[in-house]
């Protein structure tokens, strides 16, 4: 906590000694990483960043460095107030504000993402190459998003087309894009491919991307089972003329990732066949996603969107985990067990359906208001030897409006919802339903400032693994029993953000309180089933508390910037007392970026708080301290742009353990120094 004091105070320091510098510099606004005139997307009354009631954060993926755009999850930690559980370098899943998994809602290729969420170490599984921006809404957003969205949204914007009006394909609009990247300490390579064209009013795009990379080392040794392979295809098609536009997506995603085991796994088995350590754990995902999003525009300026999706997930997971079995049915599971050999334990089909429509009606000059409906088809099937969760299907249906009031001075957003979700399997047939809403307040702070002030209400229903889940989830090494029992999670959240932004600096402050009712969490039984400690699901009222601090500035010397964010969540359950699991610790980030022309260089550091305030079964963790340089050039070949970019992550090769890493309960380090360069070609 030192450490965090000592760099919050370094960085209030510069910028205080930074302000005084620039008094009467005039800046060009691109220095700011994001534009505030930029149109909000996962808002439907496309306002722009700084005339939008509720605070969004947006991160332009397309101007990054190269390297850090790779890595789409690692990317994200960009954003203030966004944190990462992982499980190596080859699974991440977001976390809002403390909330995560099913808590947040992600938004891709123009509908939700469905791939069994609800697993700890099941990652959102997203290629970077083909995404222009990803915007980040923090709190319960129910009234558009529906149940779920009660930490936050994370919307991922795919790539846009090319505008024009060309006759043939192989025009002077066409953009192809050729990259190759190779990281050092896990020798993984990534390649990538990437086509945009139009002909006359249609516009296409196709993106293609291969990463094959091996186990990471920590500065103490190889890591196991850590490798990452996927295969990435995304396809576009898009056509707009004055009254409609069209556009087709199709996203097709192939990944397989290793688990790793903790070094006492091994000592506990050392006298069994070397063979039985041999055998890996490792998951083998496919993702095939089918949008398509049609816009009607009518004469009197009224909207009419309607979007299809259809998703295909399926999951396999595969790994040897002994078990200890009566002395009379060891004879019988061996023989069942030699039958599955080869077999995946845990293979889930996951069938998503969703229609999302919404009419936006003429905007008038203080009003506007939409309309909207959200309709969901989802079917789990068990396909391998083993069922964690039942056979089970899910139906959702939901109705909203929400209406923006303008003033010269100020704006309100009031949002209503109605949800209802029918959950059936076997012998389990159940309706979940919920009012809920959202009301927003906005207000200019002289001509330079702006205030914000949200409350928003949300719910959340069970998942089917809260209420189903009866056996070995090989992923976590855990025996888990769900609860049919339980009730929505409801959450309620006010939040106040403060922004001030010049020609060359956005500064500002965003706090909240989250109260959470009926919280859903898994908890330690103390008993075990076989080798296994069993965990079951129970609820009780818990609260959020925190913010973010973030700045961003040019400074009076024309090449050099900098931006820093800190961030805190305290989360408490009400009466039995205690702390909720997975919250990150204090965060501060800051970095210096130089720009000389067609190069740029970055310095960056990341340091976290000591983590002592832990939910049930955590442990607590040690700050730590790490740096991050990165840089690129770009220079033309053949009348056409090449980037040339790098970088080194841990610098200084530390040895910590992250708070959100599954790994650190394995003794398993992060990563260690990484060197990593690319080549990006553009004509």
């Known amino acids: 906590m030192k450490n965090i004091t000592k760099y919050a105070f370094m960085a209030l320091l510069l910028f205080c000694t930074n302000k005084i510098l620039s008094q009467n510099t005039q800046v060009n ?23 939008n009631v509720l605070r969004v954060n947006k991160l332009n993926i397309k101007n990054l460095n190269y390297i850090k755009s790779q890595n789409f999850s690692k990317s994200l930690i960009e954003i203030p107030g966004l944190s990462l559980i992982t499980t190596g370098p080859g699974i991440a899943k977001p976390v809002i504000r403390g909330l995560s998994s ?87 390579f990534t390649n990538n491919l ?9 516009s296409y795009l196709i993106q293609g991307s291969v990463v094959d990379n091996k186990d990471f080392e920590t500065p103490k ?7 990452f392979e996927n295969k990435d295809l995304k396809l576009g098609l898009g056509y707009e003329s004055e009254k409609f536009i069209s556009d087709f997506r199709f996203n097709y995603s192939k990944t397989k990732v290793g688990i790793p085991h903790s070094e006492h796994e091994d000592e506990d088995h050392e006298d069994e066949e070397h063979e039985e350590h041999e055998e890996e754990s490792y998951q083998d995902l496919t993702n095939s996603i089918v949008t398509w999003k049609n816009t ?43 039958e599955h050999e080869g077999e995946a334990h845990i293979d889930f089909d996951l069938n998503t359906t969703t229609v999302d429509m919404k009419y936006l009606f003429p905007k008038k000059d203080k009003s506007e208001l939409v309309l909207g409906s959200n309709i969901l088809f989802q079917e789990n099937k068990n396909i391998g030897e083993e069922a964690l969760i039942p056979d089970a299907k899910k139906n959702d249906f939901g109705i909203y409006g929400l209406t923006h009031i303008h003033s010269v001075s100020w704006d309100i957003l009031i949002g209503l919802r109605a949800d209802f979700r029918n959950i059936k399997q076997t012998d389990f ?13 906005k207000r200019k702070l002289g001509e330079k400032g702006v205030m914000r002030i949200n409350f ?32 929505e999670e409801r959450s309620s959240q006010i939040d106040l953000s403060i922004v001030t932004s010049t020609s060359n600096s956005t500064f500002g402050m965003d706090i909240f309180y989250n109260k959470l009712s009926d919280y859903i969490y898994l908890n330690p039984t103390g008993n075990k089933i076989g080798d296994f400690k069993v965990y079951n699901y129970l609820q009780e009222d818990a609260s959020l508390f925190g913010g973010e601090i973030f700045l961003s500035k040019k400074t009076s010397l024309d090449w050099l910037s900098h931006k820093t964010s800190l961030a805190y969540v305290s989360g408490e359950k009400a009466n039995k007392g205690g702390y909720l699991p997975l919250i990150p610790p204090v965060t501060l980030k800051h970095s210096f970026n130089f720009e000389f022309d067609n190069n740029s260089f970055e310095i960056s550091a990341l340091a976290k708080g000591k983590k002592q305030n832990i939910g049930q079964f955590e442990t607590k963790t040690n700050s730590y301290f790490v740096m991050d340089i990165s840089g690129s ?24 353990y992250d708070h959100l890493s599954r790994l650190k309960n394995m003794e398993i380090y992060e990563i260690g120094r990484n060197i990593s360069f690319g080549l990006n070609y553009n004509f």
């Open 29 to 51: 606004d691109s220095i700011i990483s994001v534009d505030l005139d930029e149109v909000v997307v996962s808002i439907p009354f496309k306002e722009s960043l700084k005339n």
């Open 102 to 188: 099913n808590r947040v809602v992600v938004f891709n290729q123009n509908m939700r993402q469905e791939n069994q969420q609800w697993g700890g170490e099941h990652g959102m599984d997203i290629s970077g190459f083909g995404v222009e921006s990803v915007e980040l809404i923090k709190g319960p957003m129910s009234v558009i998003y529906g149940s779920d969205a009660i930490g936050g949204v994370l919307y991922v914007h795919p790539d846009s087309y090319t505008m024009g009006n060309k006759t043939d394909f192989l025009n002077e609009d066409l953009e192809v894009e050729i990259g190759s990247y190779y990281n050092s300490n896990y020798k993984g």
């Open 194 to 202: 990437g086509v945009k064209g139009n002909l006359n009013n249609l």
């Open 221 to 227: 040794e190889k890591v196991e089972s850590t490798y």
């Open 296 to 338: 009607f525009l009518f004469d009197n300026k009224s909207e009419f969107e309607i979007i299809l999706g259809r998703s295909l997930n399926n999951r396999k997971e595969f790994g040897e985990y002994e078990e200890e079995h009566e002395d009379e049915d060891e004879d019988h599971d061996e023989e069942e067990h030699e």
């Open 429 to 441: 047939d159940k309706n979940f339903s919920r009012l809920t809403s959202s009301l927003g307040f």
């Open 456 to 487: 928003s209400r949300g719910y959340r229903a069970p998942n089917l693994s809260e209420l189903f889940s009866e056996g070995v989830h090989h992923g976590t090494a855990q025996y888990e029993i769900g609860n049919k029992n339980l009730k």
């Open 633 to 656: 050039h770009d220079f033309n070949f053949l009348e056409n742009s090449i980037n040339l970019s790098w970088s080194i992550n841990n610098l200084f090769d530390r040895e910590y």
